[in-house]
């Protein structure tokens, strides 16, 4: 079974600075998708950003990028520019292939709290 | 947009009650997904949905029952609420012919258990 493990319970940042959220997991599978998810304070959880582990070009989406490090099973999330907006939990996600199964296992989630 | 709809934010229910949890969407999804949020543990998946009264079971689905009679609607049930299953619950969804991935999530339903 595949794990993912969020080792930053809780963190936090001044405005306009860069964070970094870790993530690692462990998997035998060759072939999967691994995705942050945003969850702010009382409303739904949705999509950051998805990387294809087949893909060696790290995902960005403006201000948030990630470092995939497949040898490592490491994927890290880089928030740029930090917005009070950012406040939020984030979850770490994998997904195994094919990717209209759409299960996924998520980590536990890290804290951020962007300071003004 | 997507919508994932959950019928109760916020439920308070008695030890031994009969809960329902009821999630729509919107979207035509195909996959639909019953996950549980509790501190320190992240997301477990409870139960998932590929299509209409087809059920499986995910990895904590003991206490816990499902139905999906209609595409968009995704029922969790509680036979006899314990006070264990306080907690968040989450329901999510996601297209079968879209091969990104990503689930597509409802504000949650809080539920306490007396």
């Known amino acids: 079974a595949q794990t993912v493990t969020q080792s930053q319970p809780e963190m936090s940042v001044q405005e306009a600075e860069t964070v970094t959220l870790s993530c690692t997991y462990d998997?035998?599978?060759?072939?999967?998708?691994l995705f942050w998810y945003k969850q702010p304070p009382s409303r739904q959880m949705i999509l950051v950003i998805r990387q294809e582990a087949y893909k060696q070009q790290n995902a960005t989406e403006n201000r948030f990028s990630v470092n995939f490090q497949k040898a490592a099973k490491s994927f890290s999330l880089k928030i740029s520019d930090s917005q009070l907006g950012d406040t939020a939990m984030y979850f770490c996600?994998?997904?195994?292939?094919?990717?209209?199964?759409?299960?996924?296992?998520f980590g536990d989630g890290t804290t951020l709290t962007v300071k003004p | 947009d997507v919508k994932v709809t959950q019928s109760s934010r916020y439920l308070v229910k008695r030890t031994g009650e009969k809960v329902f949890l009821e999630c729509v969407q919107d979207?035509?999804?195909?996959?639909m997904f019953w996950y549980r949020q509790d501190p320190g543990l992240g997301l477990r998946l409870i139960y998932f949905?590929?299509?209409?009264?087809?059920?499986e079971k995910g990895d904590i689905p003991e206490g816990y029952s499902v139905s999906r009679e209609k595409k968009e609607r995704f029922s969790l049930i509680l036979e006899s609420a314990s006070t264990n299953q306080t907690s968040m619950y989450l329901c999510?969804?996601?297209?079968?012919?879209?091969?990104?991935?990503?689930?597509?999530f409802g504000e949650g339903s809080r539920l306490t258990v007396l």
């Open positions: 999510a969804s996601s297209h079968r012919k879209v091969t990104t991935g990503e689930l597509f």
């Open positions: 996600a994998f997904m195994n292939p094919p990717a209209n199964a759409g299960k996924s296992t």
């Open positions: 979207m035509d999804h195909e996959n």
């Open positions: 998997t035998s599978e060759n072939n999967y998708y």
């Open positions: 949905s590929y299509d209409v009264k087809m059920k």
